[in-house]
Each structure stands twice: as structure tokens, then as C-alpha cells.
């Protein structure tokens, strides 16, 4: 097991657990859970009166829905749409990687969404690749992989099921060239070698991503969003609700959308 924020992101953790095992003589009890950290989503969270506090405050034409499934239902038809939805919810991940908390979101299988996330969100060069979030019970069914990666650390093929017949000087292809040329059924996140660096959504760990990405599969068949985080170039990523509507108005992100754990849910949108 590798810790998932094992940089140095990871110090003060690990100065914490060698405290904790050494000076204390604490127990380390292991058990047979494979992921004991519960998806690491330990950042802070912000309450339903601070987020209306940001909606009044801001002036943001927002929209609120009581009950959950119509919020997912809502937001899987417009990523199916082509739309592209900041996600925030929750408490904020901690480590490397955006896991559903605050995450931009779009749909793998449009072929043009990796170009449009690039150059119109994240302000950064067009060939960059992005990770799946696949359900976890159907990552094997897409992917080359058996064991879960719900970090987003581990990388694997594509399914042959779903790669496209690619033309036979496909190699010698100019690299814009070959970016574009149609590889997969699932093209936004599939590298010019078929690889993808994979997330396992679980609902144990992360419920209300996990029925997203549920929704999306009753809508489409796919099991599957690019994911990415919720910042463009140069810049953290959002923290606060302040920072998502701020990240939300300088980009062409279509949709905001943020889901506190135990209230109701608000959706926000420019005009």
C-alpha cells in the first residue's frame, strides 16, 4: 500500500504516524479494507448559509433543488449534452489529485472534450491528457486492470473492446494528428498509447459522486466522466465556494454545481 499523498504532501502525515507508533507506542492495526483512509476527502467543507451567503453576495443566478436525484439527473443530462460542470461538494480531497469533491467534469466520450477543456477551462497546451472516473464495479470491463484505484494513481489500457481501428501510418502521424484521430469510445480519456490513469468511484466512500456518475450511466451506458481539478493553470485548486464561483465566471465552464452533505443541494450557472 502506498500512502496516495506520498510527496510532500504526505511529511506531516508521516511525521504524525511516526509520533504516533514510536513516542506514543501506539498499535497499528491493519485490517483487510483496501482503502482504510475512506477516499481522503479530510479538507474543510462549507456550510448551505455560507454558500447562499456566496450566492446573495456575488449575485449569481442560482437555482436550488431539494432532492438529490433530480440534481444528479439534471447535471448528467447536461454533461451528456457536451456541457462541462464544476463539481463541489463535501469535504476537500486530500493528496494529488481532484476525486469528486472538487472536480470539472465532462463527458469521455466526446471527442472534441479534451481540446475544449484545455484551451477553454484549464488555459493549458491542447495535447494534455485527462483521467477517468469509472464506477468501480465496471472499471474492468473498460479497462486492463483488477485491482481498484480509487486515487487516481494507477495507470492501464483501454479495453480492446472499445479501441477504434487506428489508420496504419498512425505512428508517423504528425502529434496534433494523432491526438485527434478517433482511438477509443471513450476518446477524452484515452492517451495517444491507450493508457488512462484510472479513478474507481465507490459508494462507500464517496455517495453522492458515485450517483452522479450512476445517473450518467442510466443516461448513457457509460460509467464514465473525465475528471480533472477544479482550477485552470498556474493556480490551487479551489478550496471555498468563493473560490469555485471565481474559477466558475473567469472560465467557460457551463454549469457550477454545489452539494452540501447534509442539506440541499445548489446549482448555479451564468447567463
Not at 453522492?208 to 457509460?222: A, N, P, R, V
Request: glycine letters at 6%.
Amino acid at each position: 500500500y502506498v500512502q496516495p499523498a506520498a510527496g510532500d504532501a504526505g511529511g506531516a502525515l508521516g511525521a504524525a504516524i511516526a509520533a504516533s507508533y514510536i513516542y506514543f507506542d501506539e498499535k497499528r492495526e491493519l485490517t483487510s479494507d483496501y482503502d482504510q483512509m475512506q477516499g481522503s476527502y479530510l479538507g474543510p467543507d462549507f456550510s448551505e448559509k455560507e454558500i447562499i451567503s456566496t450566492v446573495k453576495k456575488t449575485k449569481a443566478v442560482a437555482e436550488k433543488y431539494d432532492d438529490f436525484s433530480d440534481l444528479t439527473t439534471f447535471i448528467a443530462d447536461k454533461i451528456a449534452d457536451g456541457n462541462v460542470v464544476g463539481w463541489f461538494q463535501g469535504r476537500m480531497e486530500f493528496g494529488p489529485r481532484a476525486l469528486g469533491n472538487r472536480s470539472i467534469l465532462g463527458d469521455a466520450r466526446n471527442p472534441v472534450m479534451q481540446k475544449k477543456l484545455n484551451l477553454k477551462i484549464k488555459y493549458r497546451e491542447g495535447f494534455q491528457p485527462f483521467a477517468p472516473s469509472v464506477l468501480a464495479e465496471d472499471c474492468q470491463t473498460y479497462f486492463e486492470q483488477e485491482t481498484y484505484s480509487p486515487y487516481m494513481l494507477i495507470v492501464s489500457p483501454v479495453s480492446k473492446n472499445y479501441r477504434k481501428e487506428l489508420p496504419e501510418n498512425y505512428n508517423d502521424l504528425p502529434l496534433w494528428e494523432r491526438l485527434y484521430t478517433k482511438r477509443s469510445a471513450i476518446q477524452s480519456v484515452t492517451h495517444l498509447d491507450f493508457s488512462a490513469r484510472i479513478q474507481t468511484v465507490h459508494k462507500a466512500t464517496n455517495s453522492k459522486y458515485y450517483k452522479l456518475l450512476s445517473e450518467f450511466k442510466d443516461t448513457t451506458k457509460c460509467p464514465i466522466l473525465v475528471n480533472t481539478s477544479f482550477n485552470v493553470r498556474g493556480e490551487p485548486i479551489v478550496c471555498s465556494a468563493t473560490d469555485a464561483y471565481n474559477c466558475f465566471m473567469g472560465t467557460d465552464l457551463d454549469v457550477l454545481v454545489r452539494s452540501e452533505e447534509h442539506t440541499s443541494e445548489l446549482q448555479s450557472h451564468s447567463e
